[in-house]
T-cell receptor
């Protein structure tokens, strides 16, 4: 079984500041890792994913994440945030070789203030 | 290429009633997964359908059931509604058979309120 822990439920930052949203996971098998974003009253949109290879992955809207196997972490970063980045961010995993079932964390609400 | 569409967008039901939610998957996708997202929580996996067969189920009671049709659209049925069933129900479509590596495309969800 897999579980995902997002360490911060809310992260307030000022516009143009850097941000890091933290994600740790637990699994008895190897996993693929994902970050999704949810804007108010909308579904989820994929930001980026780690399948294999380079541990630093780049996604849409200037976001990137680094996979750290020893620390079982997959933290999301952006060097300079915009007001439009205000949203809920979800970290998720799926078991390698399994179905496309995603196990999500509880989410981090990012609020970007002017 | 059409996206994932869900209907209805909102509905209100009374405790004990039954409800059917619908999802049209993205063109070319053969897998549909359903998730329940309670307020302030992450999505929880309900079940998945791959080529019209159930392909995994989360920790939900049997009163949650589903179907996938030959065109890969899907329904989620919930019987004997309880107040705790109030949530956003998300449908996600993907191309199955990739061992968990594929991207899931989500619909905007159906907001169900049970009173």
């Amino acid at each position: 079984a897999q579980s995902v822990t997002q360490l911060d439920s809310q992260v307030p930052v000022f516009e143009e500041a850097p941000v890091e949203l933290r994600c740790n996971y637990s699994s008895s098998v190897s996993v693929y890792l994902f970050w999704y974003v949810q804007y108010p009253n909308q579904g989820l949109q994929l930001l980026l994913k780690y399948l294999s290879g380079s541990t630093l992955v780049k996604g849409i809207n200037g976001f990137e994440a680094e996979f750290n196997k020893s620390q079982t972490s997959f933290h999301l970063r952006k060097p300079s945030v915009h007001i439009s980045d205000t949203a809920e961010y979800f970290c998720a995993v799926s078991a390698q070789g399994g179905s496309e079932k995603l196990v999500f964390g509880k989410g981090t609400k990012l609020t970007v203030n002017p | 290429e059409t996206g994932v569409t869900q209907s209805p967008t909102h509905l209100i039901k009374t405790r004990g009633q039954q409800v059917t939610l619908r999802c049209s998957s993205q063109s070319g996708h053969n897998t549909v997964s359903w998730y329940q997202q309670a307020l302030g929580q992450g999505p929880q996996f309900i079940f998945q359908y791959y080529r019209e067969e159930e392909n995994g189920r989360g920790n939900f009671p049997p009163r949650f059931s589903g179907l996938q049709f030959p065109n890969y659209s899907s329904e989620l049925n919930v019987n004997a509604l309880e107040l705790d069933d109030s949530a956003l129900y998300l449908c996600a479509s993907s191309l199955g058979g990739t061992g968990g590596a594929t991207e899931a495309f989500f619909g905007q969800g159906t907001r169900l309120t049970v009173v």
